[in-house]
């Protein structure tokens, strides 16, 4: 577990031995819609390597600044502190290997750089790794697990919480302690049309929201009141059903 | 299976079945004992991870739709006091009026979510323990608290006294009742603010209030319902429109789910014998409270929380 965590820091970036050549990339589908209902968020990635190969899947989420509170001791409650704000950080960040999980010391005897969550003076110790941890927490971080294949491919999962934007998926093959390959690809997450409207809705115009909210809830209350009537008549009880928990 | 809704103005998603499952579960309970049970459609919603400000807004807005058919029935039977409707609504508006704009400044300096929580921890822990209390007792064949201390009283009791020495004297003619306006307005004001934190309607504080100055349950019955759909509506609009916190989407799973819910749970009352599964509510209450303690009071899984609630 403690390795698992420890490779939630890890952002590969690159070797900095010999260029690598270029790796294709496959993905299942170059943009994933996210709509009122969404059944799936799987994008299937897939790469050519030689037997013996091990390979590293990587998803990114498009960076963002973030605020944040930490949560501190009052009495015995843990209540919201001080604000610290992050710049540049990854929305999402998932990491999968092939054929086993990858391993940190692949990625360290490699020198693979990690890219630094904030750019804040005083955050790449502590502050990085409780960033680390609020992700996971929301799922926004992990590492996924390994597919069980003949070829090399990794099945990222988009979190539920995945923001729209442009994500990258990229790929490295290593071979013995050389990354011998190395590919890229993007991905693009937007919110359906419906989504969108509704967000804009409630974000743009509140006021026009408000009276939208309102007078569903009461037509959807109304017409329902009206469907439990018709059904109260032919034998239930209405008394009990005009409360559906108010 | 894996149906998520995103919820566009919490900023999360979450599993589409597991909301319209609590909108069951609760409306299921409202049918069952015949009493509102929304007070648990907020704990459950922070317990899946809505923000607790979102959670109580959104149903606001579900609390109009529940229940605006039964208050619109009541309306046209002629089921409410017209006078007694209008002190509640008085109270009720500048209520939920106040308790938004205390909700408003909460966010401000980013505690709202702790503010919600709390007041449903007060909530949840009293109205389990006292649930709990008078199912034990039940269950022992004996009466609940408040039919003993009636019983024994042997001078009248204090509030009738007080309210009676209360200024601004109105008469509710179709109850045929006497009292202060100062007490319709009060308990309207108390439905107004607990609408504005919790989303709760106030039904369960409304209906026994309207009694103890005299109303008869019919009217009492009618007349809180018809404040309960209009202060939520006022509480909705004004959450919505100032502040942005309420999910429509939320609102409208969790009353899909309500409604089948609460006729399946009418169906399952007239089977079984609520008073003796009203501890079950009891136990159910008091869960979703010790939940909520449990959240603020053990060491979180993340030091670092968004601000807001927002996007992670």
Same mark, same amino acid.
């Given at each position: 577990?403690?390795?698992?965590?420890?490779?939630?820091?890890?952002?590969?970036?690159?070797?900095?031995?010999?260029?690598?050549?270029?790796?294709?990339?496959?993905?299942?589908?170059?943009?994933?819609?996210?709509?009122?209902?969404?059944?799936?968020?799987?994008?299937r990635?897939t790469?050519?390597?030689?037997?013996?190969a091990?390979?590293v899947?990587?998803?990114?989420?498009?960076?963002?600044s973030?605020r944040?509170?930490?949560?501190?001791?009052?009495?015995?409650?843990?209540?919201?502190?001080?604000?610290?704000?992050?710049?540049?950080?990854?929305?999402v960040?998932?990491?999968?290997?092939?054929p086993?999980?990858?391993?940190?010391?692949?990625?360290?005897?490699?020198?693979?750089?990690?890219?630094?969550?904030s /750019?804040?003076r005083?955050?790449?110790? %502590? &502050?990085?790794?409780e =960033?680390? *941890?609020?992700?996971? @927490?929301? $799922?926004?971080?992990?590492i996924?697990?390994?597919?069980?294949?003949a070829?090399?491919?990794?099945?990222?999962?988009?979190?539920?919480?995945?923001p729209?934007?442009?994500?990258?998926?990229?790929?490295h093959?290593l071979?013995g302690?050389?990354?011998?390959?190395?590919?890229?690809?993007?991905?693009?997450?937007?919110r359906?049309?419906a989504?969108?409207?509704? /967000?804009?809705?409630?974000?743009?115009? %509140? &006021?026009?929201?408000? =009276?939208a *909210?309102?007078?569903? @809830?009461? $037509?959807?209350?109304?017409?329902?009141?009206?469907?439990?009537?018709?059904?109260?008549?032919?034998?239930?009880?209405?008394?009990?059903?005009e409360?559906a928990?108010? | 299976?894996?149906?998520?809704?995103?919820?566009?103005?919490?900023?999360t998603s979450?599993?589409?079945?597991?909301v319209?499952?609590?909108?069951?579960?609760?409306?299921?309970?409202?049918?069952?004992?015949?009493?509102?049970a929304g007070?648990?459609?907020?704990?459950?919603?922070?317990?899946i991870?809505v923000p607790?400000v979102?959670?109580?807004?959104?149903?606001?807005?579900?609390?109009?739709?529940a229940?605006?058919?039964?208050?619109?029935?009541?309306?046209?039977?002629?089921?409410?006091?017209?006078?007694?409707?209008?002190?509640?609504?008085?109270?009720?508006?500048?209520?939920?009026?106040v308790?938004v704009?205390?909700?408003?400044?909460?966010?401000?300096?980013?505690?709202a979510?702790?503010?919600?929580?709390l007041?449903?921890?007060?909530?949840?822990?009293?109205?389990?323990?006292?649930?709990?209390?008078?199912?034990?007792?039940?269950?022992?064949?004996?009466?609940?608290?408040?039919?003993?201390?009636?019983?024994?009283?042997?001078?009248?009791?204090l509030?009738?006294?007080l309210?009676?020495v209360l200024?601004?004297?109105?008469h509710?003619?179709?109850?045929?009742?006497?009292?202060?306006a100062?007490?319709?307005?009060t308990?309207?004001?108390?439905?107004?603010?607990?609408?504005?934190?919790?989303?709760?309607?106030?039904?369960?504080?409304?209906v026994?209030?309207?009694?103890?100055?005299?109303?008869?349950?019919h009217?009492?019955v009618?007349?809180a319902?018809?404040?309960v759909?209009?202060?939520?509506?006022?509480?909705?609009?004004?959450?919505a429109?100032?502040?942005?916190?309420?999910?429509?989407?939320?609102?409208?799973?969790?009353?899909?789910?309500?409604?089948?819910?609460?006729?399946?749970?009418?169906?399952?009352?007239?089977?079984?014998?609520a008073?003796?599964?009203?501890?079950l509510?009891?136990?159910?209450?008091?869960?979703?409270g010790?939940?909520?303690?449990?959240?603020?009071?053990?060491?979180?899984?993340?030091?670092?929380?968004?601000?807001?609630?927002g996007?992670?």
């Amino acid at each position: 577990m403690t390795g698992s965590f420890g490779l939630l820091l890890l952002l590969v970036v690159g070797a900095t031995a010999d260029e690598p050549r270029p790796a294709p990339l496959e993905l299942s589908r170059d943009t994933v819609v996210l709509g009122l209902f969404q059944g799936s968020r799987i994008v299937r990635a897939t790469t050519e390597a030689r037997p013996g190969a091990r390979v590293v899947f990587r998803l990114i989420g498009p960076t963002a600044s973030l605020r944040t509170r930490r949560l501190r001791r009052l009495g015995v409650l843990w209540v919201k502190g001080e604000v610290r704000r992050f710049r540049s950080v990854p929305s999402v960040l998932r990491i999968h290997g092939w054929p086993e999980r990858p391993r940190r010391e692949d990625l360290e005897r490699h020198r693979l750089d990690w890219r630094p969550l904030s /750019r804040r003076r005083g955050a790449e110790g %502590p &502050a990085r790794r409780e =960033l680390v *941890a609020m992700k996971r @927490a929301s $799922g926004l971080y992990g590492i996924g697990p390994s597919v069980a294949s003949a070829e090399p491919s990794a099945e990222l999962r988009l979190p539920a919480d995945a923001p729209p934007g442009t994500y990258v998926v990229t790929v490295h093959v290593l071979e013995g302690e050389t990354v011998v390959a190395a590919g890229e690809r993007q991905l693009v997450v937007r919110r359906s049309d419906a989504m969108n409207a509704v /967000r804009d809705l409630a974000q743009h115009h %509140p &006021a026009l929201y408000a =009276l939208a *909210a309102v007078l569903l @809830a009461l $037509g959807v209350g109304l017409l329902a009141g009206r469907l439990v009537g018709l059904l109260a008549r032919k034998g239930a009880s209405p008394a009990r059903t005009e409360s559906a928990g108010t | 299976v894996d149906l998520w809704i995103d919820l566009p103005v919490a900023g999360t998603s979450v599993p589409l079945l597991l909301v319209m499952g609590i909108g069951v579960l609760v409306g299921g309970l409202s049918g069952f004992y015949g009493v509102g049970a929304g007070f648990l459609f907020t704990p459950l919603l922070i317990s899946i991870g809505v923000p607790p400000v979102v959670a109580a807004a959104s149903c606001a807005n579900h609390c109009v739709a529940a229940s605006a058919s039964g208050a619109l029935a009541h309306g046209r039977a002629g089921a409410f006091d017209p006078r007694a409707v209008l002190l509640l609504l008085a109270g009720g508006l500048l209520g939920g009026t106040v308790g938004v704009q205390i909700v408003g400044w909460l966010r401000e300096i980013d505690q709202a979510d702790l503010a919600v929580t709390l007041v449903y921890i007060g909530l949840l822990g009293g109205l389990g323990l006292h649930l709990l209390r008078d199912s034990v007792l039940e269950l022992r064949g004996e009466k609940p608290v408040c039919e003993r201390r009636a019983s024994r009283r042997l001078r009248p009791p204090l509030l009738p006294r007080l309210l009676a020495v209360l200024p601004f004297r109105v008469h509710l003619r179709r109850a045929d009742v006497r009292t202060s306006a100062l007490v319709p307005v009060t308990v309207g004001l108390g439905a107004g603010l607990l609408v504005a934190f919790t989303g709760v309607g106030g039904g369960i504080l409304l209906v026994p209030a309207a009694l103890a100055i005299g109303i008869p349950v019919h009217l009492a019955v009618g007349s809180a319902l018809l404040l309960v759909c209009l202060s939520a509506l006022n509480v909705t609009f004004q959450h919505a429109a100032l502040h942005g916190t309420v999910d429509v989407l939320l609102a409208l799973v969790l009353f899909l789910g309500s409604v089948p819910g609460a006729r399946l749970g009418a169906w399952i009352g007239r089977r079984l014998r609520a008073d003796q599964l009203r501890i079950l509510l009891a136990v159910i209450v008091l869960f979703a409270g010790a939940k909520l303690v449990a959240d603020l009071v053990l060491p979180p899984e993340a030091i670092l929380v968004p601000v807001g609630g927002g996007p992670r």
